[in-house]
């Protein structure tokens, strides 16, 4: 039973990557590394968060796995079906003016807009496929564009 549960330990420690972690190291406590493991393994895999034992590792490692998943997902819109949709996700970084006209070309239309700090916030409705987004512009670049679902003006 020792032998096969070193292998077993051994085989979970050669499927963790450094990498996984944002400072490319491993904690040298193992009770620490499990916990960022179990956290990376419920955000990669988009369990709930469920931190039971109140440890930073495990929130570490759960904002780590969130992280990779969306890195494994960046293609996707996050819509599926037969709903008509327009993929604005490309539009993360660009410039504000071109994002704007490419909104515009892709059926949107601004419906509101508002400023917080240096950051200024527009909501986009696109009526054909029913998609309510409201873009983040910072520093003259689009800094987030996000399907926000509703919003008053999106109708």
């Known amino acids: 039973i020792a032998a096969g549960a070193v292998a077993i330990i051994g085989a979970i420690a050669l499927t963790h990557k450094a990498h996984q972690h944002s400072d490319n190291t491993h904690y040298d406590d193992e009770y620490k590394e499990a916990e960022y493991e179990r956290g990376y ?3 990669l895999y988009n ?3 469920h931190n039971y034992n109140n440890s930073k590792e495990y929130s570490t490692g759960y904002g780590s ?6 890195n494994n997902l960046n293609h996707s ?3 599926g079906g037969y709903r008509p949709h327009v993929n ?3 539009l993360r970084g660009a410039r504000a003016s071109s994002g704007e006209s490419e909104m515009q070309s892709r059926g949107f239309r601004n419906v509101d ?3 917080s ?3 200024s916030y527009t909501i986009w409705w696109n009526g054909r496929t029913g998609q309510c987004v409201q873009v983040a512009t910072a520093d003259g670049r689009y ?3 996000m399907d926000i679902g509703q919003h008053p003006n999106c109708k």
Do not use: H, L
Not at 65 to 70: E, L, S, Y
């Open 77 to 79: 819109t996050g819509w």
């Open 117 to 119: 700090g240096t950051t």
């Open 41 to 43: 393994r419920d955000g």
């Open 65 to 70: 796995g969130v992280g990779q998943r969306n």
């Open 88 to 90: 604005i996700a490309d």
């Open 113 to 115: 807009g508002f400023k």
């Open 47 to 49: 369990s709930s968060y």
């Open 143 to 145: 800094d987030s564009v």
